[in-house]
Nanobody
Framework: QVQLVESGGGLVQPGGSLRLSCAAS????????MGWYRQAPGKQRELVAD???????NYADSVQGRFTISRDNAKNTVSLQMNSLKPEDTAVYYC?????????WGQGTQVTVSS
């Protein structure tokens, strides 16, 4: 079992930055692929970025070059640095842990980009 708790969401103006963090409890954090997903009202949940146990990263085209995912296995945390935010980035952002067909979700944190 893995419990995930997100933090760092909020309201930001277009062009601004936010940093999301996800704290994981449970054992063997380092073996999980960790990811950030988002879901906007009326839309399906979509992958934003993920990072493998080995540190390989993958980004949605819409955030490539603006967002950076990172992990700290010593602290059991994964972060998402979001720069140059756009109104279309507004969504609930969810932390996700995946390994061997086991998938765990956090409760989500709201990010709103608006002037």
């Amino acid at each position: 079992q893995v419990q995930l708790v997100e933090s760092g969401g909020g309201l930001v103006q277009p062009g601004g930055s936010l940093r999301l963090s996800c704290a994981a409890s449970g054992s063997r954090f380092s073996i999980y692929t960790m990811g950030w997903y988002r879901q906007a009202p009326g839309k399906q949940r979509e992958l934003v970025a993920d990072i493998s146990a080995g540190g390989s990263t993958n980004y949605a085209d819409s955030v490539q070059g603006r967002f950076t995912i990172s992990r700290d296995n010593a602290k059991n945390t994964v972060s998402l640095q979001m720069n140059s935010l756009k109104p279309e980035d507004t969504a609930v952002y969810y932390c996700n842990a995946y390994w061997a067909a086991r998938r765990y979700w956090g409760q989500g944190t709201q990010v709103t980009v608006s002037s």
